[in-house]
């Protein structure tokens, strides 16, 4: 079944309001990344976050082991946050490599 | 520092030709990952190396695809005989060690008609 579970599919959202994705993990997690990227575009690392809290800018990475889930907050949404944010998940059992979430598809209008 | 580099951007088969990706990682990382990208599955796993060395290929299809690691600072991807639905965005990523962060390149998109 499916070992990363994102929500929601799609958000819109008004210039300046305040956002939170989630990503449920199936299984216990190694490490854990969110990724951005725009159509076409490159994916780029916005946390590397296995547990704890981490800020950049206006974004806020939480991962919560015991609960199995971490979550993506953005601050003050702007037009240039438009595009598609993706978790993924490493776990012990299945090494390193990295397992995708669906993506979230963000659209802030103006 | 480049970032993890890719070529060729776009390669365009025609069915039952052979393609040919090429992947630089960052200098001094250790794990190299190859990764596919398509609107239907979404980002899978394919293989990946650590120190050169193939670790894990548990996402590379059976037949027709093959991956190597000559030196620390390039990886290929080959794809014998391409299909249609070998079509996809490739994707190459590196980290300092596997289990860091990943950095990704910018992808190579292959068209197969």
């Known amino acids: 079944g499916q070992q990363v579970q994102q929500s929601p599919a799609s958000l819109v959202l008004q210039e300046g309001e305040n956002a939170e994705l989630q990503c449920n993990f199936s299984?216990?997690?190694?490490?854990m990344q969110w990724f951005y990227q725009r159509p076409g575009g490159s994916l780029v690392s916005l946390f590397y976050?296995?547990?704890g809290t981490k800020q950049s800018g206006r974004l806020t990475s939480t991962t919560v082991i015991k609960e199995r889930r971490s979550s993506l907050h953005i601050s003050s949404s702007q037009t240039t946050d438009s595009g598609t944010y993706l978790c993924?998940?490493?776990?012990?059992?299945?090494?390193?490599?990295?397992?995708f979430g669906i993506g979230t598809r963000v659209l802030v209008r103006p | 520092n480049a970032g993890v580099i890719q070529t060729p951007r776009h390669k365009v088969t025609g069915k039952g030709q052979e393609a040919t990706l090429w992947c630089e990682p960052i200098?001094?990382?250790?794990?190299v990952f190859w990764y596919r990208q398509t609107i239907v599955q979404g980002l899978e796993f394919l293989t990946y190396?650590?120190?050169?060395?193939?670790?894990?290929d548990s996402g590379m299809p059976k037949e027709r695809f093959s991956a190597q690691m000559p030196n620390q600072s390039h990886s290929t991807l080959k794809i014998q005989s391409t299909q249609p639905q070998d079509s996809a965005v490739y994707l190459c990523?590196?980290?300092?060690?596997?289990?860091?962060?990943?950095?990704f390149g910018p992808g190579t998109r292959l068209t197969v008609l």
């Open positions: 990523a590196s980290s300092l060690d596997p289990d860091y962060e990943q950095y």
């Open positions: 299984t216990s997690l190694n490490s």
């Open positions: 976050n296995p547990s």
């Open positions: 993924a998940m490493a776990t012990n059992s299945a090494g390193n490599k990295l397992t």
């Open positions: 200098s001094g990382h250790s794990a």
């Open positions: 190396f650590r120190n050169q060395a193939p670790i894990d």
